[in-house]
């Protein structure tokens, strides 16, 4: 399942969740996203900052459970957990 945010003709911003990008392609496709506030069918992704694995707050993210700085790919167990 993927969350995405998405934004209507009229700028209403909301989410909505899809099995894959597939199938939100499917559904802009054949017309069945609707804005909740407006009922418009002129609906898209909305544009979403990238996660980067930095708090809103400009705390760093928690260390990997791990342990390493690199996370899972630079250590010895890469794949096991």
């Known amino acids: 399942m993927i969350l995405y945010t998405l934004r209507c003709s009229h700028d209403h911003h909301f989410e909505e969740w899809f099995d894959n990008s597939g199938d ?6 054949a017309a ?23 708090s809103h707050h400009g705390v760093p993210a928690p260390a990997p459970a791990c342990g390493t700085p690199m996370g899972c790919g630079g250590c010895a167990f890469a794949g096991q957990h």
């Not at 939100?24 to 496709?29: G, P, Q, R, T, V």
């Not at 996203?33 to 990238?50: R, S, Y």
């Open 32 to 54: 069945a996203l609707v804005c909740p506030e407006c009922g418009d069918k002129e609906v898209a992704k909305a544009i979403m900052a990238p996660n980067l694995g930095k």
């Open 24 to 29: 939100y392609d499917a559904k802009k496709d």
